[in-house]
C-alpha cells in the first residue's frame, strides 16, 4: 500500500490544521495506522495511532489536542490537530500496520511526510 499525506503548512500558535493520509488500496488489511513526527536530531515519535476496530492510542504530549480518525470507506485516516505549539513544529508521517500492535515495526508502511510549522 502507498500512503500520501497531505495538509501541513505554516499556522500561527493556538491555531489548528487537520492532516490527510491517503491510502493507495484498502485499508481494511491494517489494523493499525497513524501518525508519527520527526524533528532533526530525534527519533520519530509517535503522535497517535487508530486500530481498524477504532481503539486509539496518544502520546503523552498531546494532551487532549488532536484527534485521530479513519474512513475506511476513503482508505483515509486523518489528524486534526487543535491548540498547536511551537513546539509541535516537526515533519509529520503517517503509517499503515498489518499487524495490531501500537509498536513500530521494520514491516511498517510510510507516507513521505508533511511539513508542520508553528510559529507566529
Known amino acids: 500500500v502507498q500512503l500520501q499525506a497531505s495538509g501541513g503548512g505554516l499556522v500561527q500558535p493556538g491555531g489548528s490544521l487537520r492532516l490527510s493520509c491517503a491510502a493507495s488500496?484498502?485499508?481494511?488489511?491494517?489494523?493499525?495506522m497513524g501518525w508519527y513526527r520527526q524533528v532533526p536530531g530525534k527519533q520519530r515519535e509517535l503522535i497517535a495511532g487508530?486500530?481498524?476496530?477504532?481503539?486509539?492510542n496518544y502520546g503523552d504530549f498531546v494532551e487532549g489536542r488532536f484527534t485521530i480518525s479513519r474512513d475506511n470507506t476513503k482508505n483515509t485516516v486523518y489528524l486534526q490537530m487543535n491548540r498547536l505549539k511551537p513546539e509541535d513544529t516537526a515533519v509529520y508521517y503517517c503509517?499503515?500496520?498489518?499487524?495490531?500492535?501500537?509498536?513500530?515495526?521494520?514491516?511498517?508502511?510510510w507516507g513521505q511526510g508533511t511539513q508542520v510549522t508553528v510559529s507566529s
Open positions: 487508530i486500530k481498524r476496530g477504532g481503539s486509539t
Open positions: 488500496g484498502s485499508i481494511l488489511s491494517m489494523n493499525v
Open positions: 503509517f499503515a500496520r498489518r499487524r495490531s500492535s501500537w509498536l513500530k515495526g521494520s514491516d511498517d508502511y
